[in-house]
């Protein structure tokens, strides 16, 4: 089998730990998360509300506000995926404001708030490309004008208030915002959740095309699992600050390995294929501050091992598919136990 | 780019508000304007009404007794005690309708009749002459606490609860809570009385005339500077409070993270964007407080013996000197609808959104 070879890393983040408020009160919101994103590559965030998904983005964007507070972990820009790499955590305030939107570019959920009221829309784009870029008023405009046309608005709104526009085109222009200076990552925080299913697939469709115009890498945060298998290559579940599983999106979607990840696919109707029996997952997110001992999805869980209550799993490192799951350990387990009985 | 046809995006949709949004958008200021006018004449037509209804539903007759009190400081001509009778109403002044139509005439000819306490000076030239004392002292006062007052509230509120704001801001609310004749005698008595730095009161020297001359300039501003530092010292914690806590609702909008994201320099994040919309209630406020200069200065006047309207207010109720009194409640009035006029419109200016025709 010819694999091929993955491409560069991006953007690493190493053991992040995210802790709202300090000392004995600290609640712990991401709990010692791992991942990578490879350049061009389209990673999805899936997650109920409270399992930590935003805030995981916001710190990693360092975009955290108090009383949000990076207690540990590490987070590396390679730019162009090159071997050498930025310290996001450990860079000042200017150097950060040198690679926002020019490396790293964000999405909101809400584009009527993240839109500012007072300014026209096109000023919004000017006032981000000249941050960036030394070109005239004149040209950053025809910029915004071209940006727009991007995503589909005509590209006489670029003089309207957002309040003039529709509920989509106001998430298209926040998107169209987001590749004003072309960065190699945009980090969307549930950019599909505010709008109508039919402006969500339109959106969709829309962000697969530009990225493959312009190549840049998304990690695009939603809890509807059912839309990331749509648009992502590689999924990450989330559950409590933790993830529960890390695969491909198809893989994911066809065989979930963590009880979570099936629950919360068996939650969205799929936007293809033939439909299947809709369950909602019993109970509800947990308390980060009194998290249960053990795998923190246990009490709710349909699958639930006596052992679970006591030992935390750990989600399997270097492995293209893996759930931090016991289950998933008796089961690899036993495939190597297979394995290795074979070789002999 | 087959693709790109097919998952084109049906544009019917977006159609209708394709129509030449500045055309559109100028047409609506344009009626927002004119509603906006209409309001403030009816607004102001109402005020003239007030102030010619009040006298008349006033127990007694304030003709007769200030018909009275004029015979008194001398001769009345019959001329004068008709202006009394149309301002006032009072016997043998004819119907209502007619008295009506007659005040309104006198009004655009500008004439309210003689102060008692000014005896025999025209009202008109009594409130002219206070007028621009009270408006520059007063004026240039709200001016310079809003600007400061807003300003340290910006810088408090973009980092609520950091090193200036938990100074500034308990600092504040405790200025707020001293009344204002308090501070006031305790500046007159430290810097005029005490170390005589300042004149004690007047709003120039006496021994100097008037007119537009660098000497008597001079001797005004250094006469103003004391009763201007009072307001100012007084007021500026209310603007500084209000626009800290707007500012600290702002900064957690996701449009100015948004802006933080966009790697903008933090003094364009504030100004362009929290500032910029923290600062529009505060606008609001400071129409009020503008329209208020010219009748909201009487204890400052009063502390300070400034020859402004606050002073004359005070003289003509002390007199009961209703001529008097009816021309500055008419100025005050139409001052507060001016200013708030302007004021609306530059908030249209400020505020797109307020430019819909609701």
Redesign the interface.
């Known amino acids: 089998m010819i694999k091929e070879t993955p491409s560069p890393v991006l953007l690493d983040v190493g053991e992040l730990t995210v802790e709202y408020g300090s000392g004995e009160d600290a609640v712990r919101a991401v709990d010692g998360v791992s991942f990578q994103l490879r350049r061009g590559e389209i990673l999805g965030v899936a997650g109920e509300s409270g399992s930590g998904k935003s805030t995981l983005m916001t710190a990693v964007?360092r975009?955290q506000?108090p009383p949000a507070r990076i207690a540990s972990g590490s987070v590396t820009y390679h730019p162009g995926g090159s071997g050498s790499g930025i310290d996001l955590l450990a860079s000042t305030?200017a150097e950060?404001?040198?690679?926002?939107?020019?490396s790293l570019?964000?999405v909101?959920q809400?584009a009527m708030?993240?839109?500012?009221?007072?300014?026209r829309l096109g000023a919004q784009f000017v006032?981000?490309i000249r941050?960036?870029r030394r070109v005239g008023r004149k040209e950053a405009w025809s910029r915004a004008e071209e940006l727009l046309d991007l995503v589909?608005?005509?590209t006489?709104?670029v003089?309207?208030?957002p309040?003039?526009l529709?509920g989509?085109?106001r998430q298209r222009a926040?998107i169209a915002l987001a590749l004003a200076c072309e960065p190699e990552i945009i980090v969307m925080d549930e950019p599909t959740t505010a709008v109508d299913v039919v402006m969500q697939r339109?959106i969709v469709?829309?962000l697969m095309?530009l990225r493959?115009q312009f190549g840049f890498a998304i990690v695009f945060v939603t809890h509807d699992l059912s839309l990331l298998v749509e648009l992502a290559d590689r999924i990450m579940v989330m559950y409590a600050g933790r993830i529960v599983e890390l695969g491909s999106a198809s893989a994911i979607y066809r065989d979930p390995r963590h009880p979570y990840s099936q629950g919360l696919r068996d939650s969205f109707p799929p936007l293809h294929g033939p439909l299947r029996e809709l369950r909602g997952i019993p109970g509800s997110p947990p308390d980060l501050r009194a998290l249960p001992t053990g795998c923190a999805f246990q009490p709710r869980c349909p699958k639930r091992l006596p052992e679970c209550a006591s030992t935390r799993p750990e989600l399997p490192l270097l492995v293209e598919h893996g759930a931090a799951c016991l289950l998933q350990r008796s089961a690899d387990q036993a495939t190597v136990d297979e394995s290795e009985a074979v070789s002999r | 780019m087959a693709?790109?046809s097919k998952?084109?995006?049906p544009?019917t949709?977006?159609a209708p508000?394709?129509t030449?949004?500045?055309k559109g958008l100028r047409a609506v200021t344009g009626s927002v304007l004119a509603k906006r006018i209409g309001f403030y004449l009816v607004a102001g037509w109402a005020a003239i009404t007030l102030n010619f209804l009040l006298p008349r539903l006033m127990p007694g007759d304030p003709a007769s007794a200030v018909l009275l009190k004029m015979s008194e400081l001398g001769p009345v001509s019959p001329q004068r005690e008709a202006v009394i009778h149309r301002l006032f109403g009072g016997a043998n002044s004819g119907p209502l309708w007619g008295q009506y139509v007659a005040y309104l005439g006198g009004l655009f000819r500008g004439d309210f009749g003689l102060s008692i306490a000014f005896y025999p000076t025209p009202v008109t030239e009594v409130v002219r002459s206070g007028f621009w004392w009270t408006v520059i002292l007063v004026g240039t006062a709200t001016v310079i606490s809003f600007g400061i007052g807003t300003t340290l509230g910006v810088i408090a509120g973009w980092r609520p609860g950091r090193r200036f704001d938990s100074v500034a801001s308990p600092l504040s609310i405790f200025i707020h809570s001293v009344p204002y004749f308090w501070i006031a005698l305790i500046f007159v008595f430290v810097f005029a009385f005490k170390f005589g730095w300042l004149p004690l009161a007047g709003g120039a020297g006496r021994d100097v005339v008037p007119g537009f001359t660098a000497e008597f300039i001079g001797s005004a501003v250094q006469h103003a500077i004391l009763p201007a530092a009072t307001i100012v010292v007084t007021s500026i914690s209310g603007w500084l409070i209000h626009m800290r806590n707007m500012m600290a609702s702002v900064v957690?909008?996701?449009?100015v993270?948004?802006?933080?994201?966009?790697?903008?320099?933090?003094a364009?994040v504030i100004s362009?964007?929290a500032a910029?919309?923290a600062i529009?209630p505060s606008i609001s406020g400071f129409a009020v407080s503008i329209g208020m200069v010219v009748g909201g200065s009487l204890l400052t006047e009063m502390v300070f013996n400034y020859p402004g309207l606050g002073s004359l207010l005070n003289q003509a109720i002390l007199n009961l000197d209703y001529p008097l009194m009816q021309g500055l409640f008419l100025v005050i009035s139409m001052t507060v609808l001016v200013i708030n006029f302007i004021a609306d419109s530059v908030y249209v200016l400020?505020?797109?959104?307020t430019r819909?025709v609701s």
């Open positions: 964007t975009l506000r305030p950060l404001r040198e690679l926002r939107w020019e570019a964000v909101f809400s708030a993240a839109l500012n009221p007072v300014m006032d981000a941050a960036h589909g608005i005509p006489n709104r003089r309207s208030y309040h003039e529709s989509g085109m926040t339109q469709h829309r095309r493959r | 693709a790109q998952t084109a995006e544009r949709v977006a508000d394709q030449p949004v500045r957690n909008e996701d449009y993270l948004l802006a933080q994201a966009k790697g903008l320099a933090p364009r362009g964007y910029r919309n529009l400020l505020d797109p959104r819909e």
